[in-house]
């Protein structure tokens, strides 16, 4: 079923748990994603970015999500993926598709992110959408920063209490080590832990994980034997996500290990099966990869089984 990410992100946040946010481009990930939630009886955000839309049209998307959210008894989430473009935020609460969205002001001015994020607040609010802010930017590695840099893009906890209030944002992106994209650590940047605990005590909305892949030997050594170069990849570990959890984060994004997943499959049933030219099949193991890894996933972040 449709859902709006409020009472599953309080369930989660108070119960030490966190909800998986996946993104999506195509049908093959949606299936794959959501068969996932309702074997393990899992609540599930399905997320699209600006690229997703511009790639399959928010329309498309948003129908596809509600329809197959209508088959299923487990509560899916459809949330935009930082909106850094206001007129596309704007269309994303205006369209009735999404329950929830993520305006992301964090590249302009402390002041600017404040008076942008309030704006879409009060839109979305109107029609009970939940708005995900950022505050401190998640790099990618497209930065190429160096730890020094790396600890000038992580959230300030002195600003946090003030931000959220001032806001009304329901959700809080932070950047606290992470990085978008399959390197991450460049530079020999690590997780600050000591941080995430400074931004739980200011305050008691749901805090939001990106760059969160974990970039899986299994899944890399697929994708690598069939041709990826994966050379620079390393992710976030299981024991440093269950950390992370612990210690307060409700909300964990994942794209990049979907799409190693999907990729490694794809490249692999091509390699073995040259003579198919059936999209159904090789798109098809892409489904199924993703499946097992958002799984995987769920066990992980501890959502199994936590739909009543
Ligand atoms: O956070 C970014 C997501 O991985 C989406 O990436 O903008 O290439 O779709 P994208
Ligand atoms: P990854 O690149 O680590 O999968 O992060 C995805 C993300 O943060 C989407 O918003
Ligand atoms: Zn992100």
Redesign the pocket.
Known sequence: MLSSPAKILKNATQHNYAIG?F?INNMEALQGIVEAAVEENASVII?T?QGAIEYAGMDLLGSMVHTIAKEVDVPIVFHL??GTNVDLVKEAIASGWYTSVMVDGSSYSYKENLALTKEIVALAHEKNIWVEAELGP?PGKEDNLDVHARDAFMTDPALVESFVKETGCDALAISIG?????T?FLGGSKLDYKRLALIRAQTSIPLVL????SIPANLVNIAKTYGADLSTAK?ISSPQIRKLIAGGIGKV?????LRIAFTGAVDKYMTLNPDNMDPRQYLGSGREAIKKEVKRKMQLFGTSNTCT
């Not at 992470?178 to 399959?182: F, Y």
């Not at 990106?210 to 892949?213: E, F, I, N, T, V």
């Open positions: 946010a993104n997320q970015s993926d930082h998640i992470t990085a978008h994209g399959v991450k990106h760059g969160a892949s992710g994004n994942i794209d990049s290990d």
